[in-house]
T-cell receptor
Framework: GAVVSQHPSWVICKSGTSVKIECRSL??????MFWYRQFPKQSLMLMAT?????????EQGVEKDKFLINHASLTLSTLTVTSAHPEDSSFYIC??????????????FGSGTRLTVV | KQEVTQIPAALSVPEGENLVLNCSFT??????LQWFRQDPGKGLTSLLL?????REQTSGRLNASLDKSSGRSTLYIAASQPGDSATYLC???????????FGTGTRLTVIP
């Protein structure tokens, strides 16, 4: 089945620095990937839709300049948290869908990245 | 806007018991519905996918049903095991859209 790899699985950074999270589709091409944020004991909140070769679409309330998304290839999307602050500490998860199997399979998720800003 | 709700928020059952998790959604114009499992601090594992034209899907001890007209789905787990302990999330894809709308999740604990 479709596999999505997310890296790193956890990261601790100092306040004011930037952190990049990678999301790769390993065995399929993903023209669209999605970035979610999850607070403790809460459900997933869609942050943005990443489109290969074009600008990401951000959900209302999500700062574009804070969360930079780049989807430069059909297998890689990156989320960069710029000038991170403690309130950015969260669990970030990406997902993608194999467009060639769109009816048969649903969405595949990465293993998530735990970001802690100190 | 689509809203997805899951009841109960938490459930604790003894090992071996059969159980049902509920998911409801406000807009019935969905493309499909997907059930996921999430272990603490981990990503999501897809359990079952039901297309809007389907009524149910089965995988092992899991059975998911879909009643699109009433905006409901259930996940039935037979003969529960401690390893089933996790948070279960349902999510829908709206017709004509790409992204998932997630429910609030049910945290299941199966007691040995």
């Amino acid at each position: 089945g479709a596999v999505v790899s997310q890296h790193p699985s956890w990261v601790i950074c100092k306040s004011g620095t930037s952190v990049k999270i990678e999301c790769r589709s390993l065995d399929f091409q993903a023209t669209t990937m999605f970035w979610y944020r999850q607070f403790p004991k809460q459900s997933l909140m869609l942050m943005a839709t990443s489109n290969e070769g074009s600008k990401a679409t951000y959900e209302q309330g999500v700062e574009k300049d804070k969360f930079l998304i780049n989807h430069a290839s059909l297998t890689l999307s990156t989320l960069t948290v710029t000038s991170a602050h403690p309130e950015d500490s969260s669990f970030y998860i990406c997902s993608a869908r194999d467009g060639s199997r769109r009816s048969r399979d649903g969405y595949t998720f990465g293993s998530g990245t735990r970001l802690t800003v100190v | 806007k689509q809203e997805v709700t899951q009841i109960p928020a938490a459930l604790s059952v003894p090992e071996g018991e059969n159980l049902v998790l509920n998911c409801s959604f406000t807009d019935s114009a969905i493309y499909n519905l997907q059930w996921f499992r999430q272990d603490p601090g981990k990503g999501l594992t897809s359990l079952l996918l039901i297309q809007s034209s389907q009524r149910e899907q089965t995988s092992g001890r899991l059975n998911a049903s879909l009643d699109k007209s009433s905006g409901r789905s259930t996940l039935y787990i037979a003969a529960s095991q401690p390893g089933d302990s996790a948070t279960y999330l349902c999510a829908v894809v709206q017709t004509g859209a790409n992204n998932l709308f997630f429910g609030t999740g049910t945290r299941l604990t199966v007691i040995p």
